[in-house]
C-alpha cells in the first residue's frame, strides 16, 4: 500500500512537469541563437584578419625588394586575398584600383581595390616610407629604408551576418612595418687592373 502510494505520487510529479523543458528551451534559446550568432561573427573577423595580416606581410616582402611598383604590389596583394579567403575576395568578381575611399595620413599613398560586380570596396592599401616621407613607390626606396604597408577592410563586406556589428569597429586594419632590401648601388669594372 506504502508502496503503490509512494509511486502514484511520483507519477503526479512527472505529469506536472512534463512541459517543463519545453518551456524552458523556449525561454532559452533566443538567448542561445544570440551568443552562437555573436560567436559566428567573432570567427569570421578573426578569419579575415588572419588573412589580412599574412597578405600585409606577403605585400611588404615583395615591396622589400624595390623592383615591383606600388600598383603592381596592390595588384599581387588582390591575387592573395582572393586565393586565400574566396568568400570575402570573390575571385570572379570584376574589380578595379582607384583613389583611397578613406582619408590617409599624411605623406601616405594608397589604393582603393573596388569590386565592381558588387559595387563595394574590397581594401584599402597604403604604403609610407618613414624614413625618407617623400618616397611615394616602394622601387624609389634606398637600402634599409623603414616603411610600411597597412591593409584595411569594411566590416560590412565581410560580415556574415545580418544582425548588427558585434563591435563598433567599421573597417578591419593590418599594419606591417618591414626595411627595404634594395641592393645598394655598386660600380662594375669591365676590365681587370693589370700588375
Do not use: K
Not at 617623400?134 to 629604408?145: C, E, H, I, W
Not at 548588427?164 to 634594395?182: D, E, F, G, I, P
Amino acid at each position: 500500500m506504502f508502496v503503490a502510494h509512494a509511486a502514484e505520487r511520483a507519477f503526479r510529479r512527472e505529469t506536472r512537469r512534463r512541459g517543463n523543458a519545453a518551456v524552458e528551451l523556449a525561454v532559452c534559446s533566443p538567448l542561445l541563437l544570440l551568443v552562437l550568432c555573436g560567436l559566428w561573427e567573432v570567427g569570421r573577423m578573426t578569419q579575415v584578419e588572419q588573412v589580412m595580416w599574412n597578405s600585409a606581410r606577403e605585400a611588404a616582402r615583395d615591396a622589400s625588394l624595390g623592383e615591383d611598383t606600388f600598383s603592381t604590389v596592390a595588384s599581387n596583394t588582390l591575387m592573395y586575398l582572393q586565393s586565400a579567403d574566396q568568400t570575402a575576395f570573390p575571385p570572379n568578381h570584376s574589380t578595379s584600383f582607384i583613389s583611397p575611399v578613406t582619408v590617409l595620413p599624411a605623406n601616405t599613398t594608397g589604393y582603393t581595390c573596388w569590386d565592381n560586380t558588387a559595387n563595394q570596396e574590397l581594401f584599402t592599401i597604403t604604403f609610407l616610407d618613414e624614413t625618407h616621407t617623400s618616397v611615394t613607390d616602394p622601387t624609389a626606396m634606398s637600402q634599409l629604408d623603414i616603411y610600411q604597408i597597412g591593409l584595411q577592410v569594411p566590416y560590412r563586406s565581410i560580415a556574415w551576418s545580418p544582425l548588427a556589428q558585434v563591435t563598433n569597429m567599421s573597417r578591419l586594419s593590418a599594419t606591417v612595418y618591414w626595411a627595404s632590401m634594395v641592393d645598394s648601388p655598386f660600380q662594375i669594372t669591365p676590365t681587370l687592373p693589370s700588375q
